[in-house]
């Protein structure tokens, strides 16, 4: 199965690329990998500090690895002190903690000075380890990426990278007064492309931005969507029960933003819209609630009080109630309870939260970016929107205020629609890639032996 781009940019025509959706093989898959999360912990709580799709993404990927038989090993930042060495996420998951620098107080900016320092720790963990010990290294994030470049060299094991997110991408699309990324970034992720026997693009649009920015090989970039637990991120019991649950009013509508409180994220589109929606229908006031489900990160902690302020200014604070970041179950039951899930992000290298707010059974609205097409079926599960104009925003809510019963129709879409991203599929994907990624890292090994 191979998935086609016919197109780099939005300024022009390139030649149709090929990125195939796995790279299959009768080849001896990985038995054990060491993979690599510096920045972040997958014990950490998604929406707080960098927390967030990636966490979920490592450790969803890294349970339903196990489930098939590859054992993971995940090597993190250790952020407070008296962490065990190594804790058991999960039967054959095992995170291991690395000193590496203060434990808390370090922005994600500050890290690349503690690389040698966390290099360190993981070659101390792999030294006391039998010969061969990790097939393979499957690094996340362009931190990691370094970190598993030299593992990769020193182990004598094929590396295989996913950005989650790319410095020229996000810097192509920023949000006004946000922070561009640094030079220094740039140039590491460029190391790592070029480095990496295999890069996991989580769609066909990020793997040709790879292609474009990055000057990828086409051959060596893979497109492995990511999944969603079906388990817990399900319509249950219904979005009636959700509400009563959270205290919400049955007859509400409830457009939800949930995930880290950043310029990246556009939060403020949400609350711009919602003022644009009431100022056009004041008698919508009484039966709207707004909740902002997370935490500032990244850019947004330098204004943490940022948004309560702009619902302020907006005269919108009454409908907006800010919470606070909420472990998956009960962020399922705050899907369950939304009208409709907005994301008006302006970078989204694919939005698992718009897969998981779909699989729960609510329709999203969301800014045409990044993966997010793939993720949203517009006109279907939800609706895309161009660009990040509130007006527009406020034209895709007034359609569900307007017609309550497009709630529940686009709902059981969205439910249907998010079928097909289980992690299940996503942990096989990946490891057909491993398997490739090994086979051709031994075939160049034996062409070099025999010169």
């Known amino acids: 199965m191979t998935q086609y781009v016919s197109r780099l940019g939005s300024s022009r025509v390139a030649p149709r690329l090929r990125f195939p959706t796995a790279f ?58 008296g962490l065990p060495p190594a804790v058991e996420l999960a039967p054959g998951v095992l995170v291991r903690h690395i000193d590496a620098g203060p434990y808390e107080g370090l922005a994600k900016e500050e890290l690349p000075a503690q690389l040698c320092a966390f290099t360190h720790g993981v070659m101390q963990a792999w030294a006391g380890q039998r010969p061969g010990y ?79 920015f990055y000057e990828a090989a086409p051959e060596s970039v893979a497109v492995v969507h990511p999944g969603v637990n079906l388990d ?42 919602v003022a644009v929606l009431l100022d056009r229908d004041p008698a919508l006031r009484s039966r709207m609630v707004v909740p902002v489900v997370g935490g500032p990160s990244g850019s947004g902690l330098a204004k943490p009080e940022g948004l309560q302020k702009l619902a302020a200014r907006l005269g919108i604070a009454d409908v907006v109630r800010f919470q606070p970041p909420v472990g998956q179950d009960q962020l399922a039951d705050w899907f369950r309870a939304a009208s409709v899930l907005v994301m008006p992000s302006y970078s989204e290298s694919f939005g698992l939260v718009a897969i998981e707010a779909q699989a729960a059974g609510t329709p999203v609205v969301a800014a045409a970016v990044g993966g997010l097409p793939v993720a949203v079926r517009d006109g279907v599960s939800g609706f895309l929107i161009p660009g990040h104009d509130p007006a527009a925003y406020a034209r895709a809510l007034a359609r569900f205020a307007e017609a309550p019963e497009l709630v529940t129709r686009m709902g059981a879409a969205a439910a249907a629609h998010a079928q097909g991203f289980g992690w299940g599929t996503a942990a096989s994907a990946t490891a057909e890639v491993y398997t490739a990624a090994m086979h051709e890292h031994r075939r160049r090994r034996v062409r070099s032996h025999h010169g």
């Open 134 to 212: 990790y097939d393979l290294v499957h690094s996340h994030y362009w931190l990691s990426g370094h970190v598993g470049w030299l593992a990769a060299q020193r182990w004598g094991v094929p590396l295989v990278h996913a950005m989650h997110t790319m410095a020229k991408v996000k810097n192509a699309a920023l949000a006004e007064g946000d922070t561009p990324e640094p030079a220094a970034r740039v140039i590491g992720e460029t190391q790592i492309v070029d480095a990496a026997d295999r890069l996991i693009a989580n769609t066909a649009e990020e793997a040709a931005e790879l292609v474009r």
């Open 232 to 273: 817990r991120f399900s319509p249950a019991d219904g979005r009636a029960a959700a509400r009563a649950r959270l205290g919400l009013p049955q007859d509400a509508l409830i457009p939800l933003f949930a995930g880290r409180i950043q310029p990246l994220k556009a939060p403020d589109v949400l609350l711009r819209a």
């Open 24 to 81: 299959p093989g009768g080849h001896r898959r990985p038995r054990r990998i060491a993979m690599l999360s510096v920045h972040t912990s997958p014990l950490h709580q998604p929406g707080t500090g960098d927390a967030g799709g990636m966490n979920v993404y490592i450790v969803e990927l890294a349970r339903r690895l196990a489930a098939i038989n590859i054992e993971v090993e995940i090597f993190t930042r250790s952020t407070t002190g």
